[in-house]
């Protein structure tokens, strides 16, 4: 598939998404939606990708939705320019690891995606985009980057399941925060929240992501990688029972894995793994 608003690119084992209007700090397009949808799939079903880079061209990470979209909406009310059907992930095969609906929806379908997605917030984050940040299995953010909910200030109330996942990343409390007064809040203060998981400067940001994300892709089994993304998010849905029989489940069947194989024979011959995520 080709690509007009992101840049999608591949390299030791790294698939980079890039939103691509600079000129706009990637305001979010329904287009856009589409492609990083597609780009996701084709990074998920790629041998070749082990791990998954989400960030933004030029100075901002994302901005939010396209102000051209919100000033129709208001002009005109809602229709389905704004919120068409939503862009349900068409795989292959089926993800039966996650048969939960809340992983389907339009955006949070992010963590049923079977490799992690790390996203490196290089400038402002806010709206549409603080949403998709946090659909992200780790955030590392620029020391220059912003972020701000802009709901309450625009009239709206907290998008796209924001409202489930944002207190269980920061708690509640500081989720309030946020989401009543709409304020731009900087990395450091980010960071103290729990939002992001690393503050790189804004020169180093990307080397870093690709450092750690390197690390990931030789290093780590992808099997593994697969398993504990799925036991992670499904746990938040789960009893402390049902997580540890699905856990019990899984450490059975990762036993007769290559990966656990590989995993014990590189240790012992000290020397680095060849895993293959079977």
Not at 257 to 272: L, Y
Request: net charge neutral; charged share 20%; proline share 6%.
């Amino acid at each position: 598939m080709g690509y007009a608003e992101i840049l999608y690119d591949v390299g030791d084992r790294i698939a980079t998404l890039t939103l691509n209007r600079p000129e706009k700090l990637n305001a979010w397009t329904n287009q856009m939606g589409a492609e990083v949808c597609a780009a996701l799939l084709a990074a998920e079903e790629d041998a070749g990708v082990r791990v998954i880079i989400l960030t933004g061209a030029g100075r901002g990470f994302c901005a939010g939705a396209d102000m051209g979209m919100l000033q129709s909406a208001a002009a005109s009310g809602v229709d389905r320019r704004i919120m068409p059907p939503q862009p349900e992930p068409k795989r292959n095969g089926a993800n039966p690891e996650f048969q939960n609906p809340g992983f389907q929806r339009r955006y949070s379908y992010f963590p049923s995606i079977r490799k992690p997605i790390i996203a490196a917030i290089n400038g402002p984050c806010a709206g549409l985009g603080f949403v998709l940040s946090l659909y992200c299995d780790l955030r590392f953010a620029s020391d220059t980057a912003r972020f701000g909910t802009a709901f309450a200030r625009r009239g709206l109330i907290a998008e796209h399941g924001i409202s489930w996942m944002l207190p269980r990343l920061i708690g509640p409390a500081q989720a309030l925060d946020l989401l009543l007064s709409a304020r731009m809040i900087d990395a450091a203060e980010a960071a103290r929240m729990g939002l992001v998981n690393r503050v790189v400067p804004a020169g180093q940001l990307l080397p870093e992501v690709r450092a750690y994300a390197g690390e990931l892709a030789t290093m780590v089994s992808p099997h593994s990688m697969s398993v504990i993304k799925q036991q992670v998010y499904n746990a938040l849905m789960e009893t402390l029972e049902e997580a540890t029989v699905a856990a019990d489940k899984a450490m059975l069947e990762s036993f007769d894995s290559q990966d656990f194989k590989e995993g014990v024979a590189h240790f012992v011959e000290k020397r680095a793994p060849a895993f293959t995520g079977k």
